[in-house]
Structure formats: structure tokens, C-alpha cells
């Protein structure tokens, strides 16, 4: 059994529900918003750190408890506006990782869409077409991220523990083995 720790920022509630839906799939798990976050994470098999989108990277709280981390072996979750896989959305998981302390290892990550804030949305509405946020794709991103997460999300993000847990099982073995 593996202890997690799962440390989310969360605004409006989108990467808090993700948040909840891992700490819920392990075995063992404490749950903390960022802002209570604990700096000594040494009693932890696996830490989570799931932050939103902005500026294309982890919001400010986050960048800021990142560089605290040390020593972690560490799994990304995110949530934004843009699709998943998009290369927006993969260039943050490194933006994330750049800003780790030091000696951290990056086991894994999960992303979704979360819906946006629709003041936002009022502010986005008449952005020019050339702008990232403005024109009819963009629009078009917006609806689809209001959806979500959803239940698939959510599922696919309870999912990630057993693999994460797998895929840390499958390293052990190599590397106790490559010791031999
Ligand atoms: C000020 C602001 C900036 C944002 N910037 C981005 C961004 O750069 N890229 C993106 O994909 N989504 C962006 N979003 C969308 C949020 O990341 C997304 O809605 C997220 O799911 C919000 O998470 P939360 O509900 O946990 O706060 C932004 C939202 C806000 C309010």
C-alpha cells in the first residue's frame, strides 16, 4: 500500500473535484488545498499536485509551493481550458516540472478540461480573432470545456492511482533487479 498525499489549488472547483476523486481511489491518502499544504513530505510514498491553468502554466499559488518540494516523487494533475493533449496543455505539465525543488522525481500526469470562469467568459467575448482567447475556436474550446470534469474525467482520474502504483511497482522491480 502506498501513501499519497494530494495537494490541490482550486478556484472555482474544477481541480478540486479531480483532487477528490484521487485521494478517494487510494488506499491511504490526506488531502490538503495548497494554502495547507505541509513543506516536509517525507512520509509520503506519492504526492499529487494538482494545480489550474494560467498563463499556459500552474497558477501562482502552485509556482509557488513547487519550488518548495523536495526529495518527492511527484505526479501531476491539471485542469484548463485548453483540450487535452493540446500543446498548451502538454507544455504545462513542463512548466510544472521546471519549477520543482530539487531531487524530485515526475512519476506520472493527468489533465482535463474544467469549465471557466464565466466572468471570463464576459471579459474573453470580444477578444480579437488573432488573440489565443478570441474567434470562434476559442468559442468553440469554451463549450466544450464546460462540461467538465465529468464523470469520464473523474474516472479516468480515480485510474491513475492504480497505474501510477503500477508503474512505480514495474520501476522497483527493474531496479532492484539491475542491482543483482
Ligand atoms: C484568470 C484565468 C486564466 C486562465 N488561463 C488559462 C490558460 O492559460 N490556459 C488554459 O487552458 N486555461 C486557462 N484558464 C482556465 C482554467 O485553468 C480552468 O477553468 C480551470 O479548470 C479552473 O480550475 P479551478 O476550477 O480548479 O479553479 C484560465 C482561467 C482563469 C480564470
Request: aromatic residues 8%; glycine residues 6%.
Amino acid at each position: 500500500m502506498r501513501k499519497w498525499a494530494v495537494i490541490y489549488s482550486s478556484v472555482t472547483g474544477n481541480t478540486k473535484m479531480v483532487a477528490e476523486a484521487i485521494a478517494d481511489a487510494a488506499d491511504s491518502a490526506d488531502i490538503f488545498p495548497v494554502q495547507e499544504a505541509p513543506q516536509d513530505l517525507s512520509e509520503y510514498d506519492i504526492v499529487a499536485i494538482g494545480y489550474w491553468l494560467r498563463l499556459g502554466q500552474p497558477d501562482p499559488m502552485t509556482l509557488k509551493y513547487l519550488a518548495q518540494v523536495e526529495n518527492a516523487r511527484v505526479v501531476f494533475f491539471q485542469t484548463h481550458g485548453a483540450e487535452v493533449n493540446s500543446e498548451h496543455a502538454i507544455t504545462s505539465f513542463a512548466r510544472a516540472g521546471y519549477h520543482l525543488g530539487k531531487d524530485c522525481e515526475i512519476l506520472g500526469t493527468f489533465g482535463c478540461q474544467g469549465k471557466i470562469n464565466p466572468a471570463m467568459l464576459e471579459k474573453r467575448k470580444n477578444a480579437p480573432a488573432d488573440d489565443p482567447h478570441g474567434g470562434a475556436a476559442a468559442i468553440e474550446r469554451w463549450k466544450k470545456a464546460a462540461s467538465h470534469p465529468d464523470a469520464e474525467d473523474l474516472a479516468a482520474a480515480a485510474r491513475l492511482v492504480g497505474n501510477m502504483e503500477h508503474k512505480l511497482a514495474m520501476r522497483e522491480r527493474y531496479l532492484a533487479k539491475k542491482q543483482k
